[in-house]
């Protein structure tokens, strides 16, 4: 008797952080370079990165004027990503919370990276 795989879900921060993971590196900048810009520790930038930590409205801000955009650009594309991430059947919650019980959090940020490439490069 087989057992189905579990569904996944990616939180929603995970994009974010992707988005300014991709921003940063497509610069040429990094890590300790963005975060002292954002007045926090290289491990608290990493952490947002990858989606471990949620980026606070001021830190979205100073890190989109590093990148010469806005906050609601890097939103946006946390959003197409979203969509992407959604159409191939994976579930976006806003919060762990919001995750249903059965479900395990998509355990690539690496297939999350992959997806928000396809959405910013459409």
């Known amino acids: ?27 040429g900048l ?37 990148f010469r955009t806005t906050p609601a650009m890097l939103i946006a594309e946390a959003d ?6 959604e159409a191939r059947g994976w579930k976006v919650v806003r919060s762990s919370g919001q995750a249903p019980t059965d479900w395990q959090p998509l355990g690539a940020v690496v297939l999350a990276g992959l997806l928000l490439a396809l959405a910013l490069s459409g």
């Open 1 to 27: 008797m087989s057992t189905a795989a579990p569904q996944q879900y990616v939180l929603y921060r995970a994009l974010v952080g992707r988005v300014i993971a991709t921003h940063r590196t497509r610069l």
């Open 30 to 66: 990094q890590q300790p370079a963005l975060a002292a810009q954002l007045g926090i520790a290289q491990a608290s930038l990493s952490r947002i990165e990858t989606g471990l930590s949620t980026a606070s409205i001021e830190q979205l801000a100073m890190a989109a004027d590093a």
């Open 80 to 85: 197409r990503a979203a969509a992407i991430i």
